[in-house]
């Protein structure tokens, strides 16, 4: 176990829908960051939390989003789902803001599949 | 996206064979991470590497930071079963880079 809970751990749904995945840090870290990891690919930045605000943007399609909640948990918000959004999503945690000086944690990964 | 370029994408080797794996940056690092992914899983840091030149060793795993800031290897010695996976790399830099992974070396190792 990583410390970094993420749920759903496996997601099926229809496209045109919207689907909200979840991610709790590791205690005691500060920065939320989600990734996208299609099959066989790369991991794929999306966008980057810390302490509740938004610190960084990747390649996130309009149709998602996300947030930092106070208690730091992070939700990453996908709509209007295109079977090409079907993926691995992966949170993952650190202490620092930026310029990571140590190891990302990463959560178990929510697999998503639009059919 | 962006992504920095690690070579080789893919490399089968026999058990007790070597393995190393580069990435490749055109801009210079403020550090380098390693991580690895075993099928299924999710990404596990490994290492971290700072300094010009810096070499770090793990058991059989050795990583290394170039002299100029701008590549790194994980070379790994007799390659085992459970080495099987896909290792990445997550250059940094305040510019150019940001929370962005190498596209992953996947390792399959033959008993």
């Known amino acids: 176990d990583s410390g970094v809970t993420q749920t759903p751990k496996h997601l099926i749904t229809a496209t045109g829908q919207r689907v909200t995945l979840r991610c709790s840090p590791r205690?005691?870290?500060?920065?939320v960051y989600w990734y996208q990891q299609s099959l066989d690919q790369g991991l794929q930045f999306l966008i980057q939390?810390?302490?509740?605000?938004?610190?960084a943007k990747g390649n996130i399609l309009e149709r998602f989003s996300a947030q930092q909640f106070p208690d730091l948990h992070s939700e990453l918000n996908l709509s209007s789902l295109e079977l090409g959004d079907s993926a691995l999503y992966f949170c993952a945690s650190s202490v620092e803001g930026s310029l990571i000086s140590s190891g990302y944690t990463f959560g178990s990964g929510t697999r998503l599949t639009v059919v | 996206g962006q992504q920095v370029m690690q070579i080789p994408q893919y490399q089968h080797v026999q058990e007790g064979e070597d393995f190393t794996t580069y990435c490749n940056s055109s801009t210079t690092l403020s550090n380098i991470q390693w991580y690895k992914q075993r099928p299924g899983g999710h990404p596990v840091f490994l290492i971290q590497?700072?300094?010009?030149?810096e070499v770090k060793k793990q058991k059989r795993l050795t990583f290394q930071f170039g002299e100029a800031k701008k590549n790194s290897s994980l070379h790994i010695t007799a390659t085992q079963t459970t080495d099987v996976g896909t290792y990445f790399c997550a250059p940094t830099t305040s510019g150019t880079y940001k929370y962005i992974f190498g596209t992953g070396t996947r390792l399959k190792v033959l008993a």
């Open positions: 590497l700072v300094k010009s030149g």
């Open positions: 205690s005691g870290d500060l920065s």
């Open positions: 939390y810390y302490n509740g605000e938004e610190r």
